[in-house]
């Protein structure tokens, strides 16, 4: 069963028409709550959970995700924003962070994008290569990273293939992609997944943090 | 004379010209909330006029009203219009009272009338936000509302020199509308207290949103205490929301959601929801265009002061 740290935080997904309550599985409406209140506020994945559907749970507190602390995430070749091929596998043997988020020139993943450029000699410093993953196209990407200077890879999950196959969870019930970072070690494993869609730059800490430990 | 004063506009003009012609200048601060910026002792420090003579309005460009603009004053139509508001307003609370004093029930018209309170402050949010965002001038039914929220950006200080009804009768004329057929058809004081309180802030806020403009030393006491009480939108708060990114801040009521509303991110999800659903990008995701930023230029603002 997955553990949540969940902050204790009034959830703005109770603001909103939900979904949950006209969803079949109407007994996790809480859980789902409680799910768009992490994933708002932020959320790490401490443990491996059981459910495949992302979204659902069943419990008091499980997140599914397809992808998951300790798995091997599904493998990828996606264009960067050069319109070249990049594979996942390229990037074994040093750890890699994979940070999937909603749009390029959208406020949160600029300034997400920045952070990361920000403090990117850190990540150099930890040995880790940095990949920013949306739906976007490569010319979308490659505007973007010219922009604001990123050092980093973009790619385009056009059609949000890879999004879905590492069951990168939607916010407000659906109606935005979701903003999901994971960290790889050396061989792949993933080691932490960091789950916030309002406050992108803790992102850049939380995979700082679990980088000096690895 | 006043080139602007050559043109004669009244609330229902539209004008779908560029920001440099003369008549946007118009359209855009008639429905405006502006503000000064500047203290008095600034004035002292201002340059002169340099091609007319100093009794009368300057204007240094064609695009910068002047402190003697004819469009600032209340003309009897706006006067007619704040007047049958507050005729509502006034009908709708009295019908309240006297219905709460008849059935001997004050507490449920008092709640609903603090409910009305906090979802004026709520639904001015939300417009703000909305007119601010999304649109342009052409955007049928809002498209004047549009151009003067921008040209208040670019010249929050004329908010403090529009007259009374000139600055509250488009809000007068929108409640009048509203509350007259429910008047006309319900008597329920629990309704009339929500009904009488909710439309009388919103036809207000736009007051409360002039006063946020003001200076301390320049505002009724009673107002500045209001406003430090939480009651009315603060002016610091309101500042706040005319500093860049210009996306938060947005009640001007009492602006009791704002922190709220802030903290929790709501209109960058509404925001987001938007544009992944329909495609539509909010203005304040861009840096803001000539005509959003404001004109801080004081000199030909002030002079006929």
């Known amino acids: 069963m997955a553990s949540l740290s969940l902050p204790n935080q009034y959830s703005l997904s109770s603001l909103l028409p939900t979904q949950a309550r006209q969803h079949p599985f109407s007994r996790n409406r809480r859980v789902l709550s409680k799910l768009s209140q992490s994933q708002f506020y932020g959320v790490k994945l401490s443990n491996s959970i059981s459910l495949p559907i992302p979204c659902s749970c069943s419990g008091k507190s499980v997140i599914s995700a397809k992808v998951k602390k300790g798995s091997v995430p599904p493998s990828f070749a996606l264009k960067d924003q050069d319109g070249k091929s990049v594979s996942l596998s390229k990037f074994k043997g040093k750890p890699v962070v994979v940070y999937f988020y909603p749009a390029d020139e959208t406020p949160g993943c600029t300034k997400q994008a920045c952070a990361f450029r920000d403090s990117y000699e850190k990540f150099k410093k930890a040995g880790a290569q940095v990949i920013g993953i949306s739906g976007d196209d490569p010319s979308s990407h490659k505007a973007f990273a010219k922009k604001y200077r990123l050092p980093f890879t973009l790619l385009s999950d056009e059609g949000n293939k890879v999004r879905k196959e590492w069951g990168v969870p939607a916010d407000l019930f659906g109606t935005l992609p979701g903003r999901e970072t994971y960290v790889l070690d050396k061989n792949g494993v993933v080691q932490l997944v960091y789950n916030n869609q309002f406050q992108p730059e803790k992102h850049i800490d939380e995979t700082l943090k679990l980088l000096q430990s690895l | ?305």
């Open chain 2, 1 to 305: 004379m006043s080139i602007l004063a050559q043109n004669n506009f009244t609330l229902s003009s539209h004008h779908h010209v560029h920001t440099t012609s003369l008549p946007i200048v118009c359209a855009r601060i008639h429905c405006l909330a502006a503000t000064t910026k500047t203290k008095p002792s600034h004035d002292r420090r201002l340059i002169e006029p340099q091609f007319i003579p100093p009794s009368t309005p300057v204007i240094v460009t064609a695009n910068r009203p002047s402190l003697n603009d004819p469009t600032l004053l209340s003309t009897w139509s706006h006067r007619a219009w704040v007047a049958t508001g507050c005729t509502t307003v006034l009908v709708s609370l009295a019908k309240s009272i006297m219905g709460a004093a008849s059935s001997h029930i004050w507490l449920e018209p008092t709640l609903v009338g603090l409910v009305g309170y906090a979802l004026a402050d709520l639904g001015s949010g939300v417009y703000h936000w909305g007119i601010d965002n999304y649109g342009s001038a052409s955007t049928p039914g809002f498209g004047a509302q549009i151009e003067a929220f921008q040209g208040h950006h670019k010249w929050p200080w004329t908010i403090t020199r529009r007259q009374f009804a000139n600055n509250l009768h488009a809000l007068a004329r929108a409640v009048t509308f509203t509350v007259l057929p429910i008047n006309l058809l319900c008597d329920d004081p629990v309704i009339h207290g929500f009904v009488g309180v909710c439309s009388g802030c919103i036809m207000f806020s736009q007051q409360f949103h002039a006063w946020a403009h003001g200076t301390k030393s320049r505002l009724p006491p009673l107002v500045v205490a209001l406003q430090d009480l939480g009651l009315l939108v603060s002016r610091s708060q309101h500042a706040a929301h005319h500093r860049p990114p210009y996306n938060n801040n947005y009640c001007i009521v009492s602006g009791v959601w704002n922190e709220f509303l802030d903290k929790k991110n709501v209109f960058e999800a509404l925001e987001l929801i938007l544009f992944f659903k329909l495609g539509v990008r909010p203005r304040s995701w861009d840096e803001p265009t000539s005509e959003w930023t404001e004109d801080t230029d004081t000199p030909s603002q002030i002079i006929a002061n």
